[in-house]
């Protein structure tokens, strides 16, 4: 629980807003360009919050570097309640526009249910493809509801 303190000195709950807002706050610093990302749990905590609570389907990218430092987290694209249009060739571009050597891609279920749909399962394998072309690896793919779902620890990449 997170308090704050008002005029009179006296600390009390904070507002949700406000919770949410210091949450954004902190997930931006787990964000910020350099900082390591070693474990689907480590990109889950720095992702979830940016997503979780969007009324549509937003799709993300963080690109790392070859030492799975954070070199740009982007949402790439919006779409509806439950879709959103992703162009591979969009991901590529700004993959390499950044020299990226990884990738972990994320997007959200507004419905709060994370769990993968067979799109987004085709996405997953049809980005995998295109992004070994230019020697960017993808090492997770997390779908963001109530709970964080990691295609990694679910074993939904294959063997790449």
């Given amino acids: 629980m997170l308090f704050v303190r008002d005029r009179d000195g006296a600390y009390r709950p904070a507002p949700e807003q406000q919770v949410f807002t210091e949450a954004n706050r902190l997930s931006g610093y787990r964000l910020r360009r350099g900082t390591r990302i070693s474990s689907s749990r480590d990109a889950g905590a720095a992702i979830g919050y940016r997503l979780r609570d969007k009324q549509c389907e937003v799709f993300a990218c963080l690109f790392l570097d070859a030492c ?17 249009t992703v162009h591979p060739r969009e991901v590529v571009r700004e993959a390499l526009q950044l020299n990226a050597a990884a990738v972990v891609l994320t997007h959200n279920h507004p419905s709060g249910d994370p769990s993968p749909s067979k799109e987004d399962i085709a996405l997953t394998n049809r980005l995998m493809d295109v992004l070994e072309v230019i020697d960017v690896r993808v090492l997770d793919h997390l779908v963001i509801g109530e709970e964080i779902v990691s295609f990694a620890d679910y074993g939904l990449l294959g063997d790449r």
């Fill in 68 to 84: 799975h430092r954070v070199l740009a987290f982007k949402e790439m694209f919006r779409g509806s309640i439950n879709r959103a």
